[in-house]
């Protein structure tokens, strides 16, 4: 039995509306520890195969695109060198503060940082501007969009919800990298 996507669902939408009219914005940002200056989830109205549809959207930055990008490689090296390897959890003690590594998950953070350094010298990792659906989430549409943007702010989300509702969204295809000491992009 097929489950029904609520995201399609005149009444959803109409709900999504109303609270849209009443923030007088395009977009409802959806409440996460996740959400920073760089990263945004958010909801919007719009359509998708000629339906009207709520969008479970993120805009990222470029910047953040290209470190998560830097961090999955240096990941994966790390799971080839260390048998033992396991994804880094800092734990907390009873007073808030991060708990010591032990020897092993110390000497993978140091070779995963070793990795990532010398992936940026080399300039190895380039990103660029992209926007991915996904129609089989739960509920809606899911949007990830990474713009090219120093901060994610109201003003980005609404222009990007315009563009992409009205069809002229326009991204860029130029590949970037980023470096951390000068701490401004390089065109590439």
């Known amino acids: 039995m097929e489950t029904i996507n609520r995201g399609f669902e005149p009444e959803v939408l109409e709900e999504y509306r109303r609270k849209m009219e009443r923030s007088k914005k395009r977009f409802i940002i959806v ?23 709520v969008f479970d959207a993120v ?22 060198r ?7 959890r800092y734990e907390e003690d009873e007073n808030g503060d991060f708990k010591a590594l032990n020897a092993e998950q110390e000497e993978i953070g140091l070779y995963m940082a070793e990795v990532m350094m010398e992936l940026e010298e080399e300039e190895a990792v380039k990103v660029q501007e992209h926007v991915d659906l996904d129609p089989y989430v739960d509920f809606g549409v899911g949007l990830d969009a990474v ?11 609404d222009r990007f919800i315009q563009q992409f509702n009205e069809g002229t969204l326009a991204l860029d295809d130029t590949l970037y990298t980023f470096s951390e000491e000068e701490d401004s992009e390089v065109e590439r």
């Open 147 to 157: 713009l090219n943007v120093e901060k994610v702010t109201d003003k980005v989300i």
């Open 82 to 88: 260390f048998p033992n390897f396991k994804n880094i």
């Open 31 to 53: 409440d996460s520890e996740d959400n920073s200056d760089e990263y945004v989830n958010f909801n919007f109205i719009g359509q998708y195969e000629g339906r009207e549809v």
């Open 59 to 80: 805009i990222y930055t470029l910047r953040l695109h290209y470190h998560s990008e830097l961090y999955e490689i240096a990941e994966h090296k790390a799971a080839q």
